[in-house]
């Protein structure tokens, strides 16, 4: 892969800063959810807090373990997360992107 190790870790520490963001947004929002509902709407409240649980799940999954890196120039995504490190990935190392 064509990236510098600089740049790598500059991608990596954007992208950690935004899932820390978007950590304490969906941690609001499920808080939200949890204690602000009005009880009219307790039978979507399930839903919702169903749906929050997934977009935490899904952003911990694609900024930790995994941590793609899109390089443009070679049209591909490499991986640098724990799953990654740890060898338990079971996606491939590169993907190859269409």
Known sequence: VSLSEDDQRSLQTRQHVLFVV???L?????LFLINQTPPIQAKIRTYLLM?????LAIDVHDSL???????A???IIYC???LSHI???L???ILISM
């Open 65 to 71: 373990l995994l941590e793609p890196i899109f390089v």
């Open 87 to 89: 060898r338990v990935c």
């Open 73 to 75: 120039e070679e049209c």
């Open 26 to 30: 969906s941690i609001d929002a499920l």
């Open 22 to 24: 978007s950590t304490i």
């Open 51 to 55: 749906i929050q649980i997934c977009v």
């Open 80 to 82: 640098r997360g724990l």
């Open 91 to 93: 996606t491939p190392n």
